[in-house]
């Protein structure tokens, strides 16, 4: 189990996956493994989520308007996922691990520790996301695909099943990341159509 000092650095990292890729993005009209979402809908629901975990953890509690998607388009798309990161970054890296926090888009009071947990878990699959899109291969460091299959499983087995990923699809037991993406609602063997 990684320190929350550990989940801090690949949290970084997963960051700055996802800033490279977004540097690449210069057509947000391609679609991505997110049904119905193209780039566009993609970051800016990345960048949003950024802003709302940030503000949670920065106040202890944030509207769920604070998580809205934000319009983004080729020319700024890059500027505003770094922007929304780095305060996503200062946030968690300024907070108490056990201090609790309100995530009001989720109706639950979780650690900060929890919180980053879930950011960690949401950076890293859709940087995948991003990078499948974009015809590139993606796959985050082994502890980062350790702590996201774990929490895979449980969003899977949550009873009635969860809003916020796809159905789960079932683990193959031969790549951890793909067994990941499968709980989450991904097939990583199907391409995306363009």
């Given at each position: 189990?990684?320190?929350?000092?550990?989940?801090?650095?690949?949290?970084?990292?997963?960051?700055?996956?996802?800033?490279?890729?977004?540097?690449?993005?210069?057509?947000?009209?391609?679609?991505?493994?997110?049904?119905?979402?193209?780039?566009?809908?993609?970051?800016?629901?990345?960048?949003g989520q950024n802003l709302?975990?940030?503000?949670?953890?920065?106040?202890?509690?944030?509207?769920?308007?604070?998580?809205?998607?934000?319009?983004?388009?080729?020319?700024?798309?890059?500027?505003?996922?770094?922007?929304?990161?780095?305060?996503?970054?200062?946030?968690?890296?300024?907070?108490d691990p056990e201090a609790?926090?309100?995530?009001?888009?989720?109706?639950?009071?979780?650690?900060?520790?929890?919180?980053?947990?879930?950011?960690?878990?949401?950076a890293a699959v859709h940087?995948?996301?991003?990078?499948?899109?974009?015809?590139?291969?993606?796959?985050?460091?082994?502890?980062?695909?350790?702590?996201?299959?774990?929490?895979?499983?449980?969003?899977?087995?949550?009873?009635?099943?969860?809003?916020?990923?796809?159905?789960?699809?079932?683990?193959?037991?031969?790549?951890?990341?793909?067994?990941?993406?499968?709980?989450?609602?991904?097939?990583?063997?199907?391409?995306?159509?363009?």
């Amino acid at each position: 189990m990684l320190t929350f000092t550990e989940m801090l650095a690949e949290y970084d990292r997963a960051l700055d996956d996802a800033t490279a890729l977004a540097a690449e993005a210069s057509d947000l009209t391609v679609p991505t493994p997110c049904a119905e979402w193209d780039l566009a809908a993609l970051f800016g629901h990345m960048v949003g989520q950024n802003l709302g975990f940030a503000a949670a953890v920065t106040d202890g509690d944030a509207p769920v308007a604070a998580y809205a998607s934000v319009p983004v388009n080729a020319h700024d798309v890059a500027r505003r996922w770094e922007d929304s990161a780095a305060r996503a970054r200062e946030a968690f890296g300024a907070a108490d691990p056990e201090a609790t926090i309100h995530l009001a888009e989720f109706g639950f009071r979780p650690t900060v520790a929890v919180a980053l947990s879930m950011q960690l878990l949401d950076a890293a699959v859709h940087a995948w996301d991003v990078a499948t899109a974009l015809r590139r291969n993606y796959q985050p460091s082994e502890a980062t695909v350790s702590l996201v299959l774990g929490l895979a499983r449980q969003i899977a087995g949550t009873p009635g099943g969860t809003p916020v990923f796809g159905a789960p699809l079932e683990e193959r037991g031969d790549d951890p990341w793909g067994d990941a993406l499968r709980l989450l609602g991904r097939d990583p063997e199907r391409q995306v159509a363009v």
